[in-house]
């Protein structure tokens, strides 16, 4: 079977962390193509992954490719997609990276082409521990289907999902670690400061995250019942306003996302 080109239109984060993730997991598709208007970012990608190839501001070179990667924000996802739909081969496929904008309305922004899917990465998948939900256009078949589980499945779990609930994923999932990795850090460094090393700070942070995640999830007991099993909680001052700002933040950016 001949293997399939990919392009890359964007090469900002989404893109790296594809990359990483592939590499990582030795399955680095063979034939790879960043465009990007910052002709900075695409040196810095070049030298991270010098097997892949550069376009700067030739978003023709991705769009001409087998499968093509809308891996830009929403704010500009409608120049990008008008600006790529004549250069588009008729049996490629197409994957936007971004919330927003909805199968239909790609479709219409790509001149009517509906070879399409929609997934919400997900920063994890650089340890190939992501969670990447797609959702599927009609157009597309069983095999292609397959192709593109195929692709994601090295960076972690990639479920097939209603895409009425893309958006809340990418509250969920996509920006999820964001809530979580400055008070893990500092907890790092707190820990380091009690003379803890990197080598036994690790293990313990690692199952502690895991674990309570776990517990939280999967022990049968109530959530309030799981936030009672430790006594002391030397932080138990701060739990309304964040649990406040989860309420009121949260919310407003799901429905400045949805479609």
């Known amino acids: 079977m001949t293997t399939k080109t990919l392009g890359f239109i964007g090469g900002g984060r989404v893109t790296r962390i594809f990359l ?3 590499q990582r997991a030795k399955a680095l598709p063979p034939q790879i193509v960043v465009s990007d208007c910052n002709a900075d970012a695409l040196v810095k990608l070049k030298a ?22 809308l891996a830009v924000h929403p704010p500009v996802m409608a120049e990008v997609a008008t600006g790529s739909k004549n250069n588009l081969k008729p049996g490629a496929t197409v994957i936007s990276l971004a919330p927003k904008f909805t199968l239909a309305k ?5 001149g009517g082409f509906a070879r399409l899917a929609r997934v919400i990465p997900n920063a994890p998948s650089v340890t190939n521990f992501g969670f990447n939900p797609v959702t599927f256009a ?5 095999p292609d289907k397959a192709e593109i589980t195929g692709l994601l499945s090295p960076l972690g779990d990639c479920p097939e999902v209603a895409e009425d609930k893309l958006e809340a994923y990418a509250i969920l999932s996509a920006m999820g670690p964001t809530y979580l990795w400055f008070q893990l850090q500092a907890l790092r460094e707190v820990a380091a400061g009690f003379g803890l090393s990197d080598a036994d700070i690790a293990p313990a942070l690692k199952r502690m995250v895991c674990g309570a995640t776990r517990t939280l999830l999967e022990s049968g007991l109530t959530p309030a019942e799981v936030m009672d099993l430790i006594p002391v909680k030397p932080l138990a001052e701060m739990e309304p306003h964040v649990v406040e700002m989860y309420r009121t933040r949260l919310p407003a950016l799901y429905q400045k996302i949805k479609p």
Do not use: H, K, Q, Y
Request: aromatic share 8%; glycine share 6%; no cysteine.
């Open 20 to 22: 990483e993730g592939w």
């Open 48 to 69: 991270r992954f010098p097997m892949i190839e550069s376009a700067p501001g030739n978003s023709a070179a991705a769009a001409a490719r087998d499968i093509v990667f």
């Open 106 to 110: 790609l479709t219409e922004l790509l």
């Open 138 to 142: 009609p157009a597309l078949t069983t």
